[in-house]
């Protein structure tokens, strides 16, 4: 019984301890994370050249305009013969098929005025052998997976869009959770090659992912590990994933290969229905806590349909006019430019300050759904309160005289 009782005890230290170790930030930091994009037909150019434009449009206090971050795959299949009265004819393309010229162009044209940020997304979005083995088995249908003749991944089920899933049904788990490194590896060479430049942020596919795979990405040349605050090395038989390595992850903190965690907090999916003030609400959460608000989305957002990405880039224009409005000292970075901040002692966006840190540590207690009734049961909710109030009173009196 002690050991039950022990064990919601350890989970709020814990968490104190992620809540004191993450760094505060003094700025509200503002990140949109595409993931998805890769190989594709030229319609997916015209998109990113657009989004390009939207981008242009808006400039934060200090003249930078905001960034897209682009999880890209490297391959994808691609139809070779689509008749519908045989089984499709399926191939892999790279970035580099004929058809996906113009998708490049945009990509690199976008990453050399700053206005996307590329990152490993992974060879391809799943584990080659399980994607054609799904994919025959879809048989004839397997072709309305497709739009023009390339694969839509995102119609494949989670678990086959998990590239880095050790239980495979023809591999033996450990045999391929061995591979895991060399792959890793080999998909970050192949995106400095492809992209003539360095892999520096790595996104896992639907957050599946374990040190094999970290290994692998930090041999070639990944510094930055994007997350969603925990890590998931497989899915159940629920197709759920099941956590696994470190537990809690903060932003700033450090795998023992040396890369830096930092953590998407909200979504941003106007093909399910989510507006601006979605992530507005996220921004203004994270900024009281100090924390940077890391929005992910899709490219499905953007291809799935016309009106579908007409109203994608409605929102995100809307999203960046009501930040830009609603707060003052908004930042555009990169994600490597904020895992740079979250852990180099002297970066300007870091609070250095100890009453506004305090009260950052504070707020972050109470969004802790965990410490938060911690607190309240252990009756430190009230002297907690009363703590923060005074905070404030004293911070906002002297930010009017410092105005």
Request: hydrophobic share 40%.
């Amino acid at each position: 019984m002690g050991e039950g009782r022990d064990r919601p005890f350890s989970e709020v230290v814990r968490r104190l301890r992620a809540v004191l170790a993450e760094p505060v930030l003094s700025s509200t930091v503002l990140i949109v994370e595409s993931d998805d994009w890769g190989p594709g037909p030229p319609g997916h150019a015209r998109v990113l050249d657009d989004l390009v434009t939207l981008l242009k449009a808006h400039r934060d206090h200090r003249g930078r305009r905001p960034v897209m971050t682009l999880g890209l795959v490297l391959r994808t299949p691609v139809l070779s013969r689509a008749d519908p009265e045989c089984f499709p004819r399926i191939s892999w393309a790279g970035l580099n098929h004929e058809r996906c010229a113009p998708l490049l162009q945009v990509v690199r044209r976008g990453a050399g005025e700053g206005i996307f940020s590329v990152q490993l997304h992974g060879q391809a979005h799943g584990w080659e052998p399980d994607v054609e083995h799904y994919l025959k088995g879809c048989g004839r249908a397997a072709a309305k997976l497709f739009r023009d003749g390339f694969l839509c991944s995102e119609l494949l089920p989670s678990r086959i869009q998990s590239r880095w899933l050790p239980n495979g049904q023809r591999d033996d788990r450990a045999a391929r959770r061995q591979s895991f490194a060399g792959a890793a590896y080999r998909e970050a060479l192949s995106f400095s090659r492809e992209l003539e430049r360095l892999p520096i942020v790595a996104v896992p596919p639907t957050f599946i992912w374990n040190d094999a795979v970290e290994e692998g990405w930090a041999r070639g040349g990944v510094r930055v590990v994007v997350t969603p605050g925990r890590r998931y090395g497989g899915r159940d038989a629920a197709d759920r994933p099941v956590p696994e390595g470190p537990g809690l992850i903060h932003n700033g903190l450090r795998n023992r290969f040396g890369q830096i965690y930092v953590v998407r907090n909200t979504y941003f999916e106007p093909s399910l229905g989510h507006k601006a003030e979605k992530v507005l609400e996220a921004l203004q959460r994270d900024r009281l806590a100090g924390r940077p608000t890391l929005v992910e989305t899709h490219r499905w957002n953007f291809v799935r349909d016309d009106e579908t990405c007409r109203r994608t880039f409605r929102e995100l224009d809307r999203l960046y006019h009501l930040a830009l409005n609603r707060y003052g000292d908004v930042v555009f970075l990169t994600t490597a430019e904020l895992a740079h901040a979250l852990t180099s002692p002297h970066s300007s966006f870091r609070e250095r300050r100890l009453l506004p840190r305090l009260r950052a540590i504070l707020r972050r207690i109470w969004q802790d759904r965990i410490l938060r009734a911690w607190a309240c049961l252990t009756g430190l909710v009230v002297p907690g309160f009363l703590l923060l109030k005074a905070l404030e009173r004293i911070l906002d009196r002297y930010e009017k005289r410092a105005a």
